[in-house]
């Protein structure tokens, strides 16, 4: 009797105990919902910024992590589950928190720079990020691009922080305890901070980077707490503890701050900061937040994510093509960020991050152009005309301060990838009609790129092996330069949009010049293999030689991927391989083939190979930028109903608004990109020609809402699964019987109507005057 009156108070005492969590966590997992916003339609219900973010080293679906941000905002906010310094940052299969940090992050492989985070603990102080860091569930925690929220188990504390451009409003709901605490973490590489009790503030600086900066560079920030401080301690060098300090400095540093706290107790903190100064970090919290709420901050964030996002509207039955959508329309509108701030005159400047000095003007980072040029400016130029304008005024800017364009910047220059493409993404936005920039000085500096080989501030900025690209037409295989081919193919490209802006600015001598260089693809074309080869400086080619080599002569691929990359002469290319039959079957044979490989130059299977190995499409690598244009050439070729298939197959398999739904790296929004246009039912395979390339529409309905007012309308007609094929189309009522689109038609607004079936028809816009633009067949040149 005794056993069973034990185990019934035993059980009543579980279930008080029960009821309690329960009141509890209904109170702490949702201390938001009586400010959630309400608006008339709300697209980004729609977004997961957790796609992509199941990744590491080894294997990329997107290597992203959640960045609570506006759009192209200059600070961006991502909670911590790696240590400090670790690029895969937020891993979404680790089980515990150690803070939410101030991120700038590009891509894991270039890493991050003035970071900083904040981290609420209670009981036993922690500090240590190994050992303050706190269990999680993704089932109580919320990642919108406006606002995050998680709960720290160990803690019984919610966090939740949403952005401005510059600064970010945090709220941390407590238990009631005597030991409640708020650390900032000033990271390592440098740091400083000062605890100000009587101003309920918490100053200092961060200096960490991963290279880019200046000798000067500091990140100076100010958190401001609507508590008063009951403690103040301070860490030093090492995790050495400093009690009751208000002030420490040097290789990593962090702040203390206590305090008691009531059961559901919210502690409020407003953080911003500055580039330029302690006191620009103060106006810019002062400016962006001020006095207002958590929820009037929120408000204003999830306003400018709904005000983006809306200026495409699509329609479609299946939720998880809208939550993939809008998913990756985020990510295009993340990159690059706004590295400028507003003065006290209200006047824009920057700290630039290539001489050190705080300049007038604008000026944009954290971008590497070998994966932007091909979709992302392409698509500012059609829907943010206003915002490209400004990157491009931040060119004229680097461009001066440095004396070189960017290829790879965070913050300043970084050695990273390859090319020469500054000079598409310049052009492009010229031709599209992007005004309020130094056009002259622009074209003076591609032209510098293409012509001085030396001075360069690192390898991938102008171009590596200029002098024999421009003696022989193309940079050896047997001179030392990594990557030649890819790089000839490269420059070849970038030579003609330098070609089409000069033309279009009236310097015909220049622009022939170029469009000359611009065929020096063809000498790397081996008629033995109908494949593009590393060749040596006497003219032989490479040998032995193997297609299904990565690496050596390309970059991140193999011949197979490159040999493609012909953006502005796929005519020509089709004519070195003999003809339309001969072009498709080699394009049939990439996909066709089993997914083999030599991965002999790295040593080790690379993440990307792995990627292209598991996705059951051949030798086709999707996940990787070199190719992801190749599936549109069929246009060319007379077959548009293959471009038509595998777009919709690499739509439909390749993404899902899932943890794991990239295919690969994404890349400062280029994957996501290629998905947006792509579900659009176009896309430009080749910047600087003012054509978008037709593929398949994904979406029933999709409505451009332009920045000149009009709009543009597609609509695909018994459209659906297995409806992939266009039977026909009609552009503002008139047939329409070919496979692009011009820039102009876009912008100047109408309705494109495609009528889709299952099977194909090959007699809609096979005709060669059907098809896009090449250098061979143009008759403007």
């Known amino acids: 009797m005794k056993l069973i009156m034990t185990n019934y108070l035993a059980k009543g005492i579980a279930i008080a105990w029960m009821a309690l969590l329960f009141v509890s966590c209904g109170n702490q997992t949702n201390p938001d919902s009586n400010d959630t916003p309400k608006t008339k339609k709300e697209l980004l219900s729609y977004v997961n910024p957790l796609m992509g973010t199941d990744s590491d080293f080894s294997l990329s679906n997107g290597n992203t992590y959640p960045a609570i941000a506006t759009p192209w905002g200059m600070n961006f906010w991502t909670p911590m589950t790696s240590k400090m310094g670790d690029g895969w940052t937020y891993k979404y299969d680790e089980k515990t928190i150690r803070g939410i ?7 894991p492989w270039i890493n991050d720079y003035a970071a900083f985070s904040l981290m609420a603990v209670t009981g036993e102080l922690k500090y240590n990020e190994e050992e303050r860091a706190s269990h999680f569930s993704h089932k109580a925690e919320t990642v919108r691009p406006d606002y995050y929220s998680v709960y720290l188990a160990d803690y019984d504390v919610v966090a939740e922080v949403t952005p401005t451009e510059r600064a970010a409003h945090f709220r941390f709901t407590f238990p009631e305890t005597d030991q409640a605490f708020i650390l900032l973490d000033g990271f390592f590489k440098g740091s400083m901070v000062k605890v100000l009790p009587e101003e309920r503030k918490i100053i200092g600086y961060c ?55 009531k059961r559901g107790e919210a502690v409020h903190v407003k953080v911003a900061s500055s580039f330029i100064s302690p006191e620009q970090a103060q106006l810019n919290l002062n400016r962006e937040i001020g006095s207002k709420t958590f929820k009037e901050t929120r408000d204003e964030a999830t306003k400018a994510w709904e005000e983006e996002l809306g200026r495409i509207d699509v329609k479609t039955d299946n939720i998880d093509h809208l939550r993939t959508f809008y998913s990756c329309l985020y990510r295009v509108l993340l990159f690059p960020r706004k590295f400028y701030e507003f003065d006290s005159n209200n006047q824009i400047v920057h700290y630039s991050p290539y001489n050190g000095q705080v300049l007038p003007g604008y000026m944009f980072t954290d971008n590497g152009f070998w994966d ?42 970084r050695d990273c990838m390859i090319g020469s493409n500054s000079a598409p993404i310049i052009a492009d936005a010229h031709l599209s009609g992007i005004e309020g920039f130094d056009k002259e000085v622009l074209l003076d500096a591609i032209i510098k790129n293409a012509t001085v080989p030396d001075g360069r501030p690192v390898n991938s900025v102008g171009r590596a092996g200029l002098d024999y690209y421009n003696e022989l037409g193309y940079v050896p295989y047997d001179v030392g330069i990594h990557e030649n081919a890819a790089r000839t193919l490269e420059y070849a490209y970038a030579d003609f949009t330098i070609a089409q802006m000069a033309k279009s600015l009236g310097q015909d001598d220049l622009a022939e010049t170029y469009y000359q260089k611009s065929l020096n693809y063809k000498k790397l074309f081996d008629p033995s293999t109908k494949l593009m080869r590393g060749k040596n400086k006497d003219g032989s080619f490479q040998s032995p030689f193997n297609p299904l080599k990565w690496g050596d002569a390309f970059t991140e691929g193999n011949s197979l ?46 993440h990307e190979i792995r990627e292209m190995q598991i996705m059951n499409m051949g030798n086709y690598a999707h996940g990787n930028q070199p190719i992801q244009h190749m599936i549109y050439l069929y246009n060319y ?4 109903w293959k471009s038509q298939q595998k777009v919709r197959e690499v739509l439909t398999k390749l993404y899902t608004p899932a943890p794991d739904g990239y295919c690969g790296d994404e890349d400062n929004g280029q994957t996501s990109a290629w998905y947006v246009f792509s579900a659009l039912g176009f896309y430009p395979v080749a910047p600087a020609t003012n054509q978008y390339v ?33 039977q026909n189309a009609t552009l503002n009522g008139k047939s329409f019987d070919q496979t692009w689109l011009s820039t102009e038609m876009v912008q100047n607004g109408g309705t494109l109507q495609f009528s889709m079936g299952s099977e194909p028809n090959e007699s809609w816009a096979t005709a060669e005057d059907s098809r896009p633009y090449s250098l061979s067949n143009s008759k403007e040149r």
């Not at 940090?101 to 891509?107: A, D, L, V, Y």
């Not at 500091?218 to 301690?233: G, L, M, Q, R, S």
């Not at 491009?392 to 913050?411: C, I």
């Not at 409505?703 to 297995?722: M, P």
Request: hydrophobic fraction near 35%; charged fraction near 15%.
């Open 101 to 107: 940090k101030q991120t700038h992050q590009p891509s």
């Open 207 to 261: 200096r960490n980077n991963s290279g880019g900066v200046p000798e000067n560079f500091h990140n100076y920030f100010v958190a401001e707490f609507d508590k008063d401080f009951e403690i103040t301690h301070t860490w030093g060098d090492d995790w050495s503890l400093q009690e009751n300090t208000t002030e420490n400095k040097g290789e990593h540093v962090g702040a203390i701050i206590g305090f008691k706290t």
């Open 372 to 413: 932007t040029f091909r979709a992302v400016f392409p698509f500012f130029n059609m829907m943010y005309p206003e915002l490209n304008s400004n990157i491009m005024e931040g060119l004229v800017n680097t461009y001066k301060e440095s004396g070189w364009l960017p290829e790879w910047a965070s913050p300043g220059h």
């Open 561 to 606: 991927h490159y040999t493609w990359s012909v953006f502005h002469d796929v005519q020509g290319l089709i004519d070195l391989m003999g003809g339309n039959q001969e072009f498709t079957g080699m394009l049939d044979g990439v996909f066709n083939m089993p997914p083999e490989y030599d991965d002999s130059y790295y040593g080790f299977t690379i």
């Open 637 to 640: 070729a007379g077959q548009p």
């Open 694 to 726: 037709i593929g398949s529409p994904l979406f029933d309905e999709a409505t451009l809402h332009l920045q000149n007012g009009n709009t543009f309308k597609v609509v695909a007609a018994q459209n659906g699964e297995g409806q992939h094929f266009v």
